[in-house]
């Protein structure tokens, strides 16, 4: 079923705790999806989400949308560790462009939810005909969605047909960032070591001292 987003809307004022200015019922429900989560998500394809990700050559990371935040924060923290991670946030047939370049020595980490788009489905296609790995971070289990995915990462996200709360792809996101720090270990230390130098070395040394003297 398609809702317009202004459906989707009145869904979920309908769903406000009683008083909806109080913050507390807000983290109250945000709190019982992350509950949920620790037990929709299997374990075993989260570790084997961590030695993808540490062993894959080039790291897509595709999200569109309000997904993008998600795309953009993996990328953001798994380059730190000097993964080659990529942020794609393309559709169309600008989508094509970016897949013309990967391998299958390289892998996918797609943020998708609710139903497949046209351009998921190309996505898909094309990682399907290349032997690409994917792994899908998604709240649906449908067919069309998961068929072509080799990991999959449920992430709960609320009730169906309402505006949806990200704080659980985040945490997932949190999670995997841990785990492919853990599993690198000093590689993942001497990165954000050489960071800190060269932001120590280059940046905050040639910053003019705004102390002044008595």
Do not use: W
Not at 78 to 106: P, W
Not at 142 to 167: C, K, Y
């Amino acid at each position: 079923e398609y809702l317009t987003p202004g459906e989707r809307m009145k869904r979920s004022i309908e769903e406000l705790p009683d008083d909806p200015l109080q913050y507390k019922g807000h983290v109250s429900r945000e709190i019982q999806l992350l509950q949920d989560s620790m037990q929709a998500l299997d374990n075993d394809s989260f570790i084997k989400a961590v030695d993808q990700i540490v062993n894959a050559n080039r790291i897509y990371i595709f999200g569109n949308g309000g997904n993008e935040c998600l795309a953009n924060h993996l990328t953001f923290r798994l380059s730190r560790f000097k993964l080659n991670a990529i942020q794609q946030s393309v559709s169309g047939k600008n989508l094509f462009e970016k897949l013309l370049q990967i391998k299958s020595t390289d892998m996918i980490v797609a943020f998708h939810f609710y139903k497949p788009t046209v351009d998921f489905r190309r996505l898909m296609e094309v990682c399907a005909e290349k032997k690409i790995p994917v792994l899908l971070v998604t709240d649906s289990l449908i067919p069309p969605m998961i068929r072509d995915a080799d990991i999959i990462l449920l992430a709960p996200r609320g009730s169906a047909g309402t505006f949806h709360s990200q704080v659980v792809p985040m945490a997932i996101n949190n999670a995997l960032i841990n785990g492919v720090a853990s599993k690198m270990g000093d590689r993942a230390v001497k990165a954000l070591q050489e960071l800190s130098e060269m932001r120590r070395k280059h940046y905050f040394n040639s910053i003019p001292s705004t102390e002044t003297k008595d």
